[in-house]
């Protein structure tokens, strides 16, 4: 039963254009929403995150948008660089546990130039 | 500023044969530690986490094992391999308490039982 679902396997932008990385969750008992980048033969690192009782949260490039009422959240890339070529993963943490994340299995961004 | 290692980057080990995966972590006190496992293709399995030295909880059962003999020190460990058990695995560490807190990883070790 996966409780938080990254349906989109792969993604590719221009770059320069908007990259918009979505994610579903059906567990409405979590209290925080994070995204991690991972490149090839590393660990994920954390990008951006989100408490429940917002809506949005920007951070540089990186805007994250949570709709509770649709149980969806995005992270917004603007611009697009090929840095940003990664696996992101969505992870969503339960209200009534102080380690535990629930992970979805990535998107892969690519960057095209 | 924090900071994690994990070694070795790759291993290659034949079915059968032990293990022993060390992570460290710099920088912080009374850490939470974690081990994961990922699969090609998939998200993050969380296999253990602890919350203080000698507090190991497990997520999955299988035969690897996990201890923590200092308070930055983790480790995984395996008596016998199975071909099941190849993947990367990756340690991380947080902050304790607090919701939402971020972990954050080691560069993880690529693991092939042959």
């Known amino acids: 039963d996966q409780q938080v679902k990254q349906n989109s396997p792969s993604l590719s932008v221009q770059e320069g254009r908007i990259s918009i990385l979505n994610c579903d969750y059906t567990n409405s008992m979590f209290d925080y929403f994070l995204w991690y980048k991972k490149y090839p033969a590393e660990g994920p690192t954390f990008l951006i995150s989100?408490?429940?009782i917002k809506d949005k949260n920007e951070d540089g490039r990186f805007t994250v948008f949570l709709n509770k009422s649709a149980k969806h959240l995005s992270l917004h890339i603007v611009p697009s660089q090929p840095g940003d070529s990664a696996v992101y993963f969505c992870?969503?943490?339960?209200?009534?546990?102080?380690?535990?994340?629930?992970w979805g299995a990535g998107t892969k961004l690519i960057i095209k130039p | 500023s924090q900071t994690i290692h994990q070694w070795p980057a790759t291993l290659v080990q034949p079915v059968g044969s032990p293990l022993s995966l060390e992570c460290t972590v710099e920088?912080?006190?009374?850490?939470?530690l974690y081990w994961y496992r990922q699969a090609a293709g998939r998200g993050l399995q969380l296999l253990f986490y602890?919350?203080?030295?000698?507090?190991i909880s497990s997520e999955v059962p299988q035969n690897l094992s996990a201890s923590r003999p200092q308070d930055r020190q983790f480790i995984l460990s395996s008596k016998k391999l199975l071909l099941s058990d190849s993947g990367f695995y990756l340690c991380a560490w947080s902050h304790r308490g607090g919701a939402g807190q971020p972990q954050h990883f080691g560069d993880g070790t690529r693991l092939s039982i042959l």
């Open positions: 602890s919350v203080g030295i000698g507090q």
């Open positions: 920088g912080t006190s009374n850490p939470n």
């Open positions: 989100i408490s429940s």
């Open positions: 992870a969503a943490s339960p209200m009534d546990s102080n380690y535990q994340l629930i």
